[in-house]
T-cell receptor
Framework: AQSVTQLDSQVPVFEEAPVELRCNYS??????LFWYVQYPNQGLQLLLK??????LVKGINGFEAEFNKSQTSFHLRKPSVHISDTAEYFC??????????????FGQGTELSVKP | ETGVTQTPRHLVMGMTNKKSLKCEQH?????MYWYKQSAKKPLELMFV???????ENNSVPSRFSPECPNSSHLFLHLHTLQPEDSALYLC?????????????FGPGTRLTVL
């Protein structure tokens, strides 16, 4: 079975500082990897996804993530955060191929709080 | 109107009430999903529909009953709920239900069961 662990439940950071949100996964088969963001009172929005190819994935709003197969990690980074990045961030995995159990499995979320 | 919409946005109901949540997607997608988001817990997938056929049902209690009359609409019928069912219920859609497609989420319905 697959699982996702987001290592930090809350990450406070000052504006314009860099940030890394950590995500580790467990799976015996290949996976697709996703990061979603949820702003207050809104649904989830895709930030970026890794399907194959280059292990460094760039997403919206200046975020990027690096897939590390040996460490089974998919950490999310941004070099300089803004107040508007305050939100909850979810890492998710999905098994490849789909017929081996293709549902999207989410981590518990990391609350990013950007302070002025 | 674009994207995925959900109504109502907030719902308060007693344990003996019957209510329904509605989701509508304007993206031309073929797959739709219901998720439950409880505080401090990961999102839980409840149901998946592909081309109006239920393809996944993750051991959800029978007091939750989904309905997908066409590929644009998804309902979640609720009856005799428990207080622990209070949560944010999110609907999502994707082009199909295979692994690579992005799921697009609605804003959710905040449900409180008294």
């Amino acid at each position: 079975a697959q699982s996702v662990t987001q290592l930090d439940s809350q990450v406070p950071v000052f504006e314009e500082a860099p940030v890394e949100l950590r995500c580790n996964y467990s799976s015996s088969v290949s996976v697709y990897l996703f990061w979603y963001v949820q702003y207050p009172n809104q649904g989830l929005q895709l930030l970026l996804k890794y399907l194959s190819g280059s292990t460094l994935v760039k997403g919206i709003n200046g975020f990027e993530a690096e897939f590390n197969k040996s460490q089974t990690s998919f950490h999310l980074r941004k070099p300089s955060v803004h107040i508007s990045d305050t939100a909850e961030y979810f890492c998710a995995v999905r098994v490849v191929p789909y017929n081996q159990g293709g549902k999207l499995i989410f981590g518990q979320g990391t609350e990013l709080s950007v302070k002025p | 109107e674009t994207g995925v919409t959900q109504t109502p946005r907030h719902l308060v109901m007693g344990m003996t009430n019957k209510k329904s949540l509605k989701c509508e997607q304007h993206l031309g997608h073929n797959a739709m999903y219901w998720y439950k988001q409880s505080a401090k817990k990961p999102l839980e997938l409840m149901f998946v529909y592909s081309l109006e056929e239920r393809v996944e049902n993750n051991s959800v209690p029978s007091r939750f009953s989904p309905e997908c009359p066409n590929s644009s609409h998804l309902f979640l019928h609720l009856h005799t709920l428990q207080p622990e069912d209070s949560a944010l219920y999110l609907c999502a859609s994707s082009p199909d239900s295979t692994g690579t497609d992005t799921q697009y989420f609605g804003p959710g319905t905040r449900l409180t069961v008294l």
